[in-house]
């Protein structure tokens, strides 16, 4: 399987957990807000703030919360000092997990996430433990009647993408993180609407979890998405393809 593991198709066909949850707003603001202190307010002349405003614009957040937000990152208005920590783990069966965090307490953050491993069958590990096994990548997906093959491969790799992929209903279109925009600009230019993208970590090898150890995996995931500090999870487990319970 090329591209995500099957936790990001299980996370797509629940409804966009972030946005059922209501926490994709507070987590756009805080990694504009991180991205504007990290690196200047100065959009063009910063990529990752970029990539944080259009993700934001992607979701529709007004212009004035993504001004604000980078204004607090900036220091021109007052705000919360987040710490950027990435913490790495094992889930049930062995799979690989890493989970961003963006968080004003280091301390409840840790115990958060030491907690939610425990419970539910993983644990946490080394800093470098599974980072090895992940490469950043931007990832689009495009459903399958939006484009043929052949037309989709010509505008996406005369825009710099690395490789499409036929994912069963959709197309997975694989990037360098420098060529996400580019690519992502050029199929809204051909008239083609993305199903999803995002610059995310993608896994060279995958574990592959079945039954009770698969269900148990899932619960960690959701767990660790659910916390308040947690900004992205991404994990090497695979599955067959099955009903997703919401």
């Known amino acids: 399987m090329s591209g995500h593991s099957k936790w990001a198709t299980i996370k797509h066909k629940k409804g966009a957990l972030d946005a059922k949850r209501g926490k994709i707003f507070t987590r756009l603001i805080k990694e504009i807000t991180i991205a ?6 100065d959009v063009d002349g910063n990529p990752r703030l970029r990539g944080a405003v259009a ?3 992607a979701e529709n957040m007004p ?12 220091g021109e208005l ?8 990435t913490y790495e783990g094992y889930g049930p069966g062995g799979a690989a997990i890493i989970v961003d965090v963006l968080t004003d307490n280091k301390n409840r953050a840790v115990s958060e ?5 425990s419970k539910n069958g993983g644990n ?3 800093e470098g433990a599974v980072a090895w096994m992940f490469t950043t990548k931007g990832v689009i997906t495009v459903p399958k009647d939006a484009a043929s093959e052949e037309k989709l491969t010509e505008i996406v790799l005369e825009a710099g993408a690395e490789d499409l992929s036929d994912q069963g209903e959709s197309w ?9 925009e580019a690519v992502t600009n050029a199929l809204k230019s051909a008239g083609i609407t993305p199903e999803t993208a995002q610059v995310t970590k993608v896994a060279s090898t995958y574990t592959k979890l079945e039954g009770s ?18 900004q992205n999870v991404y994990s090497n487990f695979d599955m067959d393809e099955a009903p997703v319970a919401s």
């Open 36 to 41: 504007a202190k990290l690196g200047g307010g």
């Open 55 to 57: 993700a934001a614009k």
């Open 63 to 74: 212009s004035e919360n993504i001004k604000r937000a980078i204004q607090r990152g900036t």
């Open 78 to 85: 007052e705000g919360v000092s987040y710490e950027e920590i």
């Open 113 to 117: 996430i030491r907690h939610a491993f």
């Open 124 to 126: 946490l590990g080394a």
């Open 172 to 180: 997975e279109i694989l990037t360098d993180p420098k060529d996400f």
């Open 213 to 230: 150890q698969a269900n148990a995996m899932i619960r960690l995931l959701e767990t660790l998405e659910d916390l308040d500090d947690t």
